[in-house]
């Protein structure tokens, strides 16, 4: 009995993390962004075929191997998580103005920041100054 | 010792395709990490593959099954580690020849 779930779950995500790498590629993102999509890809493949052995038979990888390689993607998943964090500050416009606008406001301006993060994957070239005005914008509404 | 050594690691341990393929997949995880934590975006994939990730996570792998136990985890973190002696080495090496240049 193949577990079908498990591998259309995995199978999901190695796709969904190689078309992410693929389109960060083209955007020119930073190499730790690329490289993160690619050790979900590669990690995941792996589960894939792991789930492809029946379950009486010996399967690819035993537990402690399961459990490292969860250990490894969720630590670089943080790591990246804090760099995306991190980068999308630089697009929040700074000044005394801030302080004063609304909390629902703030959190609109660090989601969009975070998103233009993603769009261009830490990549600062061109586009930071319009972005900026973009969330200025919000400031001032 | 030497004769016991080799008919440990090619007598008595049998490496199949699918532990190899694994020794692999965990050299290419374990430079793949070091890319994800360094902070360094100037660098690209051509030194990623130049800097001995492979090799150290093959070697230590190897190592690591003869002394310990087939595992993947061993040959992650062999990868990840041999990475930095292997630096350190090549940095000395560099500044051992620019010093007899």
């Not at chain 1, 000044?95 to 261009?120: D, E, F, P, W």
């Not at chain 1, 972005?131 to 001032?140: F, G, Q, T, V, Y």
Request: with cysteine; aromatic share 14%; net charge positive.
């Amino acid at each position: 009995m193949i577990n079908i779930e498990g591998m259309a779950f995995t199978g999901l995500i190695t796709i969904i993390s190689l078309l992410t790498f693929i389109f960060w590629t083209k955007k020119k993102a930073l190499i730790n962004f690329r490289a993160w999509a690619l050790l979900t890809a590669l990690i995941n493949i792996m589960f894939f075929f792991n789930e492809c052995q029946t379950y009486n038979s010996n399967r690819c990888f035993d537990l402690t191997t399961i459990f490292s390689l969860y250990l490894i993607q969720f630590i670089t998943t943080l790591i990246i998580m804090f760099k995306l964090w991190k980068l999308s500050n630089r697009y929040i416009p700074k000044g005394s103005k801030l302080r004063t606008i609304c909390v629902t406001k703030q959190i609109q301006m660090k989601v969009l920041a975070l998103g233009y993060t993603v769009k261009n994957g830490g990549n600062s070239k061109g586009g930071d100054n319009k972005i900026k005005s973009n969330l200025k914008k919000i400031i001032n509404n | 010792m030497v004769d016991e050594f080799l008919k440990q690691l090619f007598i008595v341990k049998t490496y199949t395709l699918q532990l190899v393929l694994c020794y692999i997949c965990a050299g290419f995880l374990a430079g793949l990490t070091r890319l994800v934590i360094r902070n360094n975006s100037k660098i690209s994939f051509r030194n990623w593959w130049n800097d001995g990730s492979l090799g150290g996570a093959l070697i230590i792998s190897v190592t690591g099954a003869v002394l310990f136990d087939h595992s993947l985890l061993w040959a992650f973190l062999g990868g990840y580690f041999f990475t930095y002696i292997l630096e350190a080495i090549q940095k000395l090496l560099k500044e051992k020849g620019g010093d007899a240049l």
